[in-house]
């Protein structure tokens, strides 16, 4: 009985917490955000551009969200929107913030077809809505999702020894990360998966090792 009583706070919370980013935002998380995203994936490429990309299951949805996203990411004053016109994009905005030292930086945030991507670069942005190799093409991951076995689907995949060769090009000599390097590069991929059985999620984790 205490334990269902608890359940039912918590989840009074919840709809306490959702309510007030409502009032605060103008989103309805459910409605505005969680009913139209599918999969997502994050894709990083040489050492300056990478891109989060969400199949929309819900593109007249997805639009609409980037144009109420837009006016939301500029209240602290730190940032402007300006528009983005870019091939692919029908409705997005280009983020731009000041990194200090005169330097400013920019993200890309678009809704395209069945799309939803935040890119570091307008590169980024064409790789991310174009067409051309996807994740399942890669050799890398069809060797490791083979390894899960049992007939599971991949659910997460990170190439380590690929980011470890990116964050060294970009970190160069930095101390802390010389530290973990030798640790990192032991590693080659993690993949896991998971595969309904009955009324039970069976799950199953990876890491190869070079």
């Known amino acids: 009985m205490l334990r269902l009583v608890a359940v039912r706070a918590q989840a009074r919370r919840g709809e306490s917490v959702l309510a007030q980013l409502q009032q605060t935002t103008g989103l309805d998380l459910r409605r505005d955000v969680l009913a139209w995203m599918g999969d997502a994936g994050v894709f990083l490429a040489g050492t300056d551009r990478g891109a989060l990309v969400v199949h929309s299951k819900d593109p007249a949805a997805t639009r609409a969200f980037v144009r109420k996203l837009r006016p939301l990411v500029t209240r602290g004053g730190g940032a402007t929107a300006g528009a983005l016109d870019a091939p692919g994009v029908d409705e997005g905005f280009v983020l731009r913030h000041d990194n200090g030292g005169g330097r400013s930086g920019e993200v890309l945030v678009a809704a395209g077809g069945d799309k939803f991507v935040v890119a570091t ?17 890669a050799a890398a991951f069809t060797g490791a999702a083979g390894k899960l076995g049992g007939g599971m689907r991949p659910s997460l995949f990170v190439d380590i020894e690929r980011a470890t060769r990116l964050a060294a090009a970009a970190k160069g000599s930095d101390e802390h990360f010389a530290h973990v390097r030798p640790y990192l590069d032991a590693f080659g991929v993690v993949v896991a998966g998971t595969k309904p059985d009955g009324d039970v999620t069976r ?5 190869t090792l070079k």
């Open 121 to 137: 670069s307008r590169r980024a942005l064409r790789e991310a809505l174009g067409g051309g190799a996807t994740l399942g093409d």
């Open 203 to 207: 799950g199953r984790a990876i890491a």
